[in-house]
């Protein structure tokens, strides 16, 4: 089983919000982990979007917009990245990391599309 | 302003290894960790190492142990990736990133150097 694992696709309308989860295998507490976000558009490398570890001690990275934020939902072991009112310009890919066992480890990614 | 410039597309033969570069401006290259992460094309991120830019200390993704090599040379704030014994698998994008020491705050990026292996 995947150390973190992201839902392959999802799709939402303009406007709306869209919640992006990162479940991390089990017996690892995401409790105790910062969750870091990217976004990777087509064609370019990723960009640094956020982390997030719990309300008082979270990150976001310069210029990202406020829309993008983190959270943690500890009944499903899960980083979530949540974005609100979203834009066409928010479809991309978008990767959640750990560091893990002495190594930086990515989730597999979640496909965001605003249609 | 920060810039992480790589070296250019690579097409090599399996077997063979391959040297990428990574020139970092516009910042103090030795303040901050270099971190090597690679794509294949239609997959997902993939991290191979960290390299301490100011000591050049080096820490490995266990999948890549005894096949990476990551060094720097701070006369000319540019680091490197050395990946050997190249198969069809390592054909990738490989890109540098720069991070503040044990933080995950990759953020900024360089543009990604394609590396083909083929017969």
């Known amino acids: 089983q995947a150390v973190l694992t992201q839902p392959s696709s999802l799709s939402a309308s303009p406007g709306a919000s869209a919640s992006l989860t990162c479940t991390l295998r089990?017996?690892?507490?995401?409790?105790?982990?910062?969750i870091y976000w990217y976004q990777q558009k087509s064609g370019s490398p990723p960009q640094y979007l956020l982390k997030y570890k719990s309300d008082s001690d979270k990150r976001q990275g310069s210029g990202v917009p406020s829309r993008f934020s983190g959270s943690k939902d500890a009944s499903a072991n899960a980083g979530i990245l949540l974005i609100s009112g979203l834009q066409s310009e928010d479809e991309a890919d978008y990767y959640c990391?750990?560091?893990?066992?002495?190594?930086?480890?990515f989730g597999g990614g979640t496909k965001l599309t605003v249609l | 302003q920060v810039q992480l410039v790589q070296s250019g597309t690579e097409v090599k033969k399996p077997g063979a290894s391959v040297k990428v570069s990574c020139k970092a401006s516009?910042?103090?290259?030795?303040?901050?960790?270099v971190n090597w992460v690679r794509q294949a094309t239609g997959q997902g991120l993939e991290w191979m190492g960290w390299m301490n830019s100011n000591s050049g200390n080096t820490g490995y993704a266990q999948k890549f142990q005894g096949r990476v090599t990551m060094t720097r040379d701070t006369s000319i704030n540019t680091a490197y990736m050395e990946l050997s014994s190249l198969r069809s698998e390592d054909t990738a994008v490989y890109y540098c990133?720069?991070?503040?020491?044990?933080?995950?705050?990759?953020?900024?990026w360089g543009q990604g150097t394609l590396v083909t292996v083929s017969s």
């Open positions: 990391m750990i560091w893990y066992s002495s190594a930086w480890v």
């Open positions: 990133t720069r991070n503040p020491s044990e933080s995950g705050d990759f953020d900024f």
């Open positions: 089990s017996g690892i507490n995401v409790g105790t982990y910062w």
């Open positions: 516009g910042y103090t290259f030795t303040n901050y960790d």
